[in-house]
């Protein structure tokens, strides 16, 4: 197994099983080819590569470590689809019973990507009054 040190870029943030990958932080990487598991799990959007951990004074959250069973979400491509056609800066896609089960897919800037929160609230709230 090899260790390796990757890095992403302003446009590269990524929130998986509720951890956000960005340009904040590095992300260790521990596999037989620490690359192809970037791409595996990041396609193209990561920035750069490191033997070592690079100088830690530009990645206020520090060193973060990919585990094991981390990997593509199942609707990642029809979020980044939906994203791209709409020419947005973030999106979030929510399937409910689709073929590959229920799950949900997160993408934009750290800056958007805050907002969620809030924005789903208000969508809860008018779902719950549309339903009664």
Partial sequence: MTTCYFTFGFDHTHLINGVLYDQDCVLKVTAEDPRARMVEVFGAKWAFEYPEPPNMDHFPRGILELPPNVGPGRYDDLCTVARESAQAEGAILIILAGEKGSG???QGPKEVTEKLPHMLRD??????????
């Fill in 104 to 106: 949900f897919s997160v």
């Fill in 123 to 132: 969508v809860a709230k008018v779902l719950e009054t549309s339903v009664r």
